[in-house]
């Protein structure tokens, strides 16, 4: 079965530090997402992403905050400067269709911890 | 503003007895609502989906119902095992953003 996957499973970095994380989607979806679940909290959505470009945002992905799909497989989130309030599981989506009438396939999560 | 959000935030249930989640909306203009399960340590796992010009939705041991008149969904889980222990999320796939969530816990 199809699945989406995200490297690394778990960075420890330092504050101020820049950290890349890593997202294979499924091969023929056309919509990525990221999330992200503070420990104990509720999953946030942060952006979505079609067609090489962002599609929506919420208020927490600020200026910190990037994506690319710098390939045809792979999907990036980049955080700059990471801050402690950063740490959290941060989660991959990908989706056939965007927006409405489909579900989204998750991966596993990356869980960011900064020192 | 508009939210997704949930009434209980837990539901203990025995193994066997049927649970019932609920989730309430507030956005009239959502047409198609998604229940995610989510296990310890994982992503959120699709379960069902529903949309707006349908009241009830039927898979495997889950229900979904819809009552458009109260902006509120339930998920219902028939003979409730202890691997359907989880947080439950529902979600509305417009912007795909979700409510708080309610942890299932199943006891043997």
């Known amino acids: ?8 499973s778990h960075q420890v970095t330092q504050m101020g530090q ?3 994380l890593r997202c294979v989607p499924i091969s023929n979806h056309l919509y990525f997402y990221w999330y992200r679940q503070i420990l104990g909290q ?17 208020e927490i992905f600020d200026d910190q905050f990037s994506v690319e799909r710098p390939d045809g497989s792979n999907f990036t989130l980049k955080i700059r400067s990471t801050k402690l309030e950063d740490s959290a599981m941060y989660f991959c989506a990908s989706s056939e269709e ?12 990356t869980r960011l911890t900064v020192v | 503003g508009e939210s997704v959000g949930l009434h209980l935030p837990t539901l203990s249930v025995q193994e066997g007895d049927n649970s019932i989640i609920n989730c309430a909306y507030s956005n009239s203009a959502s047409d198609y609502f998604i229940w995610y399960k989510q296990e310890s340590g994982k ?23 819809l ?9 219902q889980i ?31």
């Open chain 1, 1 to 8: 079965e199809p699945e989406v996957t995200q490297t690394p």
């Open chain 1, 18 to 20: 820049e950290v890349i």
């Open chain 1, 42 to 58: 509720k999953v946030e959505f942060l952006v979505s992403f079609y067609n090489n470009e962002i599609s929506e945002k919420s």
């Open chain 1, 98 to 109: 965007g927006r409405v009438g489909t579900e989204a396939f998750f991966g596993q999560g």
């Open chain 2, 43 to 65: 992503g959120p796992q699709f379960i069902i989906d529903i949309r707006s010009n349908m009241d009830k939705r039927q898979g495997q041991r889950v229900t979904v119902l």
């Open chain 2, 67 to 75: 009552n458009k008149t109260v902006k509120h969904l339930s998920l």
């Open chain 2, 78 to 108: 028939a003979a409730t095992q202890p691997g359907d222990s989880a947080v439950y999320f529902c979600a509305e796939n417009r912007d795909m953003r979700f409510g708080a969530g309610t942890r299932l816990t199943v006891k043997p």
